[in-house]
T-cell receptor, first 110, second 113 residues
Framework: GESVGLHLPTLSVQEGDNSIINCAYS??????FIWYKQESGKGPQFIID?????DKRQGQRVTVLLNKTVKHLSLQIAATQPGDSAVYFC?????????FGTGTSLTVIP | KAGVTQTPRYLIKTRGQQVTLSCSPI?????VSWYQQTPGQGLQFLFE???????NKGNFPGRFSGRQFSNSRSEMNVSTLELGDSALYLC????????????FGQGTRLTVV
């Protein structure tokens, strides 16, 4: 949802396990969503997107689920690897601009 | 295809000075947006340009301005720098508007002393 920027949730997972990162968005008019990954010192990297006319979209090792009823977005990462350690952001777009969530810090434990 | 290129990567300026940051979008992308990222506020939208026109503007003071050139390259300018302007400034390009598939550059780390 829109960025409040006050607290960064954290998630720690064992290497090889699946990760689920959640995001609540705020605007029911949002019709396009993106998940980004940001590693330290780098810009956000596009992972996967989904439009509001879809409930699920799969990429390579990643799946995004969209529940419009409760305005919830999730990112599932299969067989999490150490290289997946980063901050993950969701972004929503109403057609005018993107609003970013505060992000979740994912740590993969070898 | 080359990604989004931002220059410079790092910048140190003194309070009161002005600064210009540059962004070259992915070839063929005509929409460029600028964001400020700080630990306290996260990613905040500054403005978006498309076909040399400002399409949207975020809630930032007039000291923050931008422009886009005919080749889609964009610059943002911050005048009368304040300590609170220290941040990572990110540029994202998108092939169309409304924006989809927005891809970010590495950012410019601005430090105001």
């Amino acid at each position: 949802g829109e960025s409040v920027g006050l607290h960064l949730p954290t998630l720690s997972v064992q290497e090889g396990d699946n990760s689920i990162i959640n995001c609540a968005y705020s605007n029911s008019a949002s019709d396009y969503f993106i998940w980004y990954k940001q590693e330290s010192g780098k810009g956000p990297q596009f992972i996967i997107d989904i439009r509001s006319n879809m409930d699920k979209r799969q990429g390579q090792r990643v799946t995004v689920l969209l529940n419009k009823t409760v305005k919830h977005l999730s990112l599932q990462i299969a067989a999490t690897q150490p290289g997946d350690s980063a901050v993950y952001f969701c972004a929503e777009n109403t057609g005018n601009q993107f609003y970013f969530g505060t992000g979740t810090s994912l740590t993969v434990i070898p | 295809k080359a990604g989004v290129t931002q220059t410079p990567r790092y910048l140190i300026k003194t309070r009161g000075q002005q600064v210009t940051l540059s962004c070259s979008p992915i070839s063929g992308h005509r929409s460029v947006s600028w964001y400020q990222q700080t630990p306290g506020q996260g990613l905040q939208f500054l403005f978006e340009y498309f076909s040399e026109t400002q399409r949207n503007k975020g809630n930032f003071p007039g000291r923050f301005s931008g422009r886009q050139f005919s080749n889609s390259r964009s610059e943002m300018n911050v005048s009368t720098l304040e300590l609170g302007d220290s941040a990572l400034y990110l540029c994202a390009s998108s092939p169309r508007v409304p924006q989809t598939e927005a891809f970010f550059g590495q950012g410019t780390r601005l430090t105001v002393v």
